[in-house]
């Protein structure tokens, strides 16, 4: 009959109930390189709390079973497979963050801006959600699913954006657009102040046609002087 693998307990699974026992958690693979790295650390955590000289071999570390008196709570936090599980779930919820924040950041570029950011134009910084590695361990594993918790709750709810449009941008594309932003930015501090007058009047944009898409959204000159036109026709007129 199997005892419990900590020195000097004597617990055996028919010595006494309410007390469980847990094995030493297996390397999970097949299931991805982040998988099976989690599951590796998981296992050599467990080793190094039970601290056994005595057990050499691998076959050894698979026989050998753990009660639950020697866990924080009284119990094993989780199975290695559901942890492993939460934690990805976590980190894919955090990366589809991350993209929603970045598109919307982009669209937010290509809004018109108001009269009071005319002198002084701002850019919002992408927000930086980061998740939590799990890198503390309390005896025998309670530490992994008190960190996989945390990067739960980290992770705010689904965005209203489509999956679909979700899945369009990786992270190097997230990056480019952190950097055509931060270029845009730096070209609109370096152009020339645009007065209220230079605003309101063709003649401003004449001086300076690349400033027609900046302010007004508009594709070119000839479109901005087209939309002029119908404005006076129209004031003219009342």
Known sequence: M?????????????????????????????????????SEERRRLWKAAINRKDITSEEKCDRTIVCSKHFVGGHSACTPESATSRYRRARQRGEKRKRADAITSLLNLKKSRPESDLKEREHPELQNISTSDGDSFFYAGEGIEQDIQHTASEVQGPTKLTKDIQTLLTINGIENIENDNKARLQESNSRVPFTRQDLYSFEGYEKDPNKVSFYTGLPNLGSLKLVFNLIEAQMSNS
């Not at 900590?6 to 055996?12: K, M, P, Q």
């Open 2 to 38: 199997p005892i419990c693998g900590i020195v000097g307990c004597t617990n055996r699974p028919s010595s006494q109930k309410g007390i469980s026992f847990h094995k030493i958690p297996t390397i999970i693979k097949g299931q991805g390189e982040e998988t099976q790295k989690l």
